[in-house]
């Protein structure tokens, strides 16, 4: 696990940030995709400690393969943070450009046969979130990557749309996990106008929530993508945070990885080498 932080000065340091920011470029307000996830949850309470709740607008966006927890937990998270949200659903866009077309009619099938299959055509090839990040693996796997990442496009349409009404900004939940390994997507969840939470690992992440008191049932989560039916995030990506956290602090550090696992190390150089860019564009960052 990444080195400990001392977590009250770190929330005063992001808040001082949001605070910066929003004033800089003279937003009113700020727009948060809410997930349900721990990521979003500790997002959307540093923006109420920054901002106040009545300036912090709550987006939540579920599509026809969202987790069935989805809504409920981000209604949870939403009414926990006492802030006005909305709740709109994006399937009617996503079966506009004729995506779900490409897959099985789900109503057909129980949530259970809709996340084996999910998970079957993930591990088709022997490094599928390799593939993902090159979007190699043919022809067939590259429109099982068109297929998610479009839905995380619309999303972020929402989000602006939502927030250019308003003239609030759009706040991103990255963090440096995902950064670092590449785990979002181009013009999707790497598009925002802040990022206040891309400098700490997922862990980091988790200690940071119970530092502000984020329901234990948001923290205990399983974090997911919500992008396709039971796959969750250390499933997509081959490790648990906890070791991936670890190693990728030792090689940004400089650190000997001598008494690591040597299959974990080189699971995780392969996806350093394999992200095709390292930087999100045009980002505030802590």
């Known amino acids: 696990m990444p080195v400990e932080i001392n977590l009250s000065h770190e929330k005063e340091r992001i808040v001082e940030f949001i605070r910066a920011q929003i004033a800089k470029y003279e937003f ?15 997002v959307g309470k540093l923006l109420t400690e920054a901002l106040g709740r009545e300036k912090v607008f709550g987006l939540i966006l579920p599509e026809r393969d969202s987790s069935r927890r989805t809504v409920p937990d981000s209604l949870f998270v939403c009414r926990s943070l006492g802030i006005h949200y909305s709740v709109k ?28 299959y999910a998970k079957a055509l993930w591990l088709k090839t022997s490094t599928p979130y390799i593939n993902d990040l090159k979007s190699a693996g043919g022809q067939s796997n590259r429109k099982n990557l068109a297929y998610y990442r479009t839905k995380n496009r619309f999303r972020m349409i929402a989000l602006y749309y939502e927030a250019e ?3 609030y900004a759009v706040v991103g939940t990255i963090n440096r ?7 979002y997507v181009k013009w999707g969840d790497d598009s925002s106008d802040i990022e206040p939470i891309v400098h700490l690992y997922k862990t980091q992440v988790f200690e940071l929530a119970k530092e502000l008191r984020i329901p234990e049932k ?5 974090p ?5 039916p039971g796959i969750s995030d250390e499933f997509a990506i081959g490790l648990c ?28 150089q392969q996806i350093l080498a394999a992200v095709p860019y390292r930087s999100i564009r045009n980002l505030n960052l802590l």
């Open 241 to 268: 945070y906890f070791d991936l956290d670890r190693i990728l602090e030792k090689i940004e550090e400089g650190q000997p990885l001598s008494g690591e696992d040597p299959e974990l190390v080189e699971k995780v």
């Open 177 to 183: 996990t995902e950064l670092l390994t590449g785990f």
């Open 165 to 167: 009404q308003r003239g």
């Open 224 to 228: 997911s993508p919500d992008l396709a």
């Open 89 to 116: 659903n994006i399937s009617s866009l996503v079966r506009s450009l004729g995506i779900y077309r490409t897959k099985p009619p789900a109503f057909l099938f129980p949530r259970k046969i809709q996340e084996n």
């Open 28 to 42: 009113e307000g700020a727009v948060i995709g809410i997930s349900g996830g721990v990521d979003s949850a500790v």
């Open 218 to 222: 948001i923290i205990e989560k399983e």
